[in-house]
């Protein structure tokens, strides 16, 4: 069923965008604050917001959709930076029927919208080690899968087996690690193609002791990351033989900031939210110390973060 919010269109675009929207049993919303749905907490609306009932839904939906209009598919917002101005089109997140987790043997099939952290303990209480990784990592399984994310020495690509992705035009595709083209926090997988499920392959092994590696990472994370602040992650990929992070504090960027966005003083590849901050305050902070870092070491830092919508004006650099 379509669920229209009661809100007046922000303009005649938004009103025809509405118009043009397929029939969905799931939730479409439209002028929908995406601010509330990242860690940053920042960040303009969506001019439609769908949220599918199941992979059915969604098929249906994107093979209805118009071809020109924009469509972006967004996880638990902890990788993300939404942009003042908001999201064009239609922004997908993908709801509860997309966190459904099981096993069969060594096999871990769970849905893309499961939490890494809720993966990675339920691997641990069927007593399947491999995806002890992912409780170090915020965010969803479907950015996992997008990034190859990775964390204390592991990462997506070590334990995949297969994936289940739909292109823009509603197709069901059956992947495989061949075809996921995994490298360094990137798979060749095209950007409009949204996964909605993946089978992991792990090992037999004690719980108890998959439990305390899950354990002693959290304590790491606790002592090293800043995870109590309105963060988004790593916001830089470590450059080939180098340390983002080392790279921006010899360039004295732990602690910079403008307005309320600041680099951590913990952690200083992470940028926070100390409370008032604007994207685009956020993106000028990371915009500043690829320039600082590039200017002393000839290194350009790539962003880890994704930067979604519009800036309002265009930022130098924005796009690399």
Known sequence: ??????????????????????????????????????????????????????????????????????????????????????????????????????????????????????????AADAGLEGAEFLSGIPGGIGGALRMNAGAYGADISDIFLSAVAYDRKGQRHELSLKEMGFSYRHTDVPKDWIFTEATFRLTPGDRQEILDRMADISRNREESQPIRSRTGGSTFANPPGKKAWELIDDVGGRGFSIGDAMVSEKHCNFLINKGAARAADL???????????????????????????????????ADS
Do not use: C, Y
């Not at 099939?109 to 809720?118: E, I, R, S």
């Not at 993106?283 to 930067?307: M, N, P, Q, S, Y």
């Open 1 to 122: 069923m379509n669920d229209m919010t009661p809100m007046e269109p922000q303009n005649s675009t938004n009103e025809k965008l509405l118009d043009l929207m397929p029939p969905a049993r799931g939730r479409l919303r439209e002028n929908a604050d995406l601010s509330k749905v990242t860690w940053f907490q920042v960040g303009g609306p969506a001019d439609i917001l769908f949220k599918p009932e199941d992979d059915a839904d969604l098929a249906e939906f994107l093979k209805n959709l118009p071809g020109d209009i924009p469509v972006h598919v967004i996880g638990v917002g902890s990788n993300l930076l939404v942009r003042d101005a908001g999201v064009r089109g239609v922004v997908i997140r993908l709801g509860r029927h997309f966190a459904k987790m099981n096993n069969e043997g060594d096999k871990l099939t769970v849905g893309a919208g499961a939490l890494d952290g809720h993966v990675a303990r339920f």
């Open 283 to 317: 993106e000028a902070v990371g915009e500043e110390l690829r320039r600082r870092v590039f200017a002393k070491h000839d290194t350009l830092l790539r962003w880890e973060i994704v930067r979604l919508g519009d800036a309002g004006e265009r930022m130098e650099g």
